[in-house]
Nanobody, 122 residues
Framework: QVQLVESGGGLVQAAGSLRLSCAASGRTFSTYAMGWFRQAPGKEREFVATITRDGSNTAYPDSVKGRFTISRDNAKNTVYLQMNSLKPEDTALYYC???????????????WGQGTQVTVFS
């Protein structure tokens, strides 16, 4: 069992930056691929970023590529999402998730946090 707690969300002006953190409980953090997803009001939850167990590989959708960076610190049981050049359309509830596979698919993640709100104003 893995428990995930996100933090770092907030209100930011367009073109600004935020760094989200996701702290995981348990000793098995390094055995999970980690992902970030987001859900805007009235929209389906969508993929934002994923990282392999050892941090050697990452993937992003085109909508955030070049602006967002996922990273992890297995010694601290934490995964991060650095978000730069934020746009109003990035406004959403951001979730981190843990899964067995490096994947863009939500259904391949077993554990989810409660989310942290990011609001970008112009």
């Amino acid at each position: 069992q893995v428990q995930l707690v996100e933090s770092g969300g907030g209100l930011v002006q367009a073109a600004g930056s935020l760094r989200l953190s996701c702290a995981a409980s348990g000793r098995t953090f390094s055995t999970y691929a980690m992902g970030w997803f987001r859900q805007a009001p009235g929209k389906e939850r969508e993929f934002v970023a994923t990282i392999t167990r050892d941090g050697s590989n990452t993937a992003y959708p085109d909508s955030v590529k070049g602006r967002f960076t996922i990273s992890r610190d297995n010694a601290k049981n934490t995964v991060y999402l650095q978000m730069n050049s934020l746009k109003p359309e990035d406004t959403a509830l951001y979730y981190c998730a843990a899964g067995r596979y490096f994947s863009r698919r939500q259904n391949e993640y077993d554990y989810w946090g409660q989310g942290t709100q990011v609001t970008v104003f112009s």
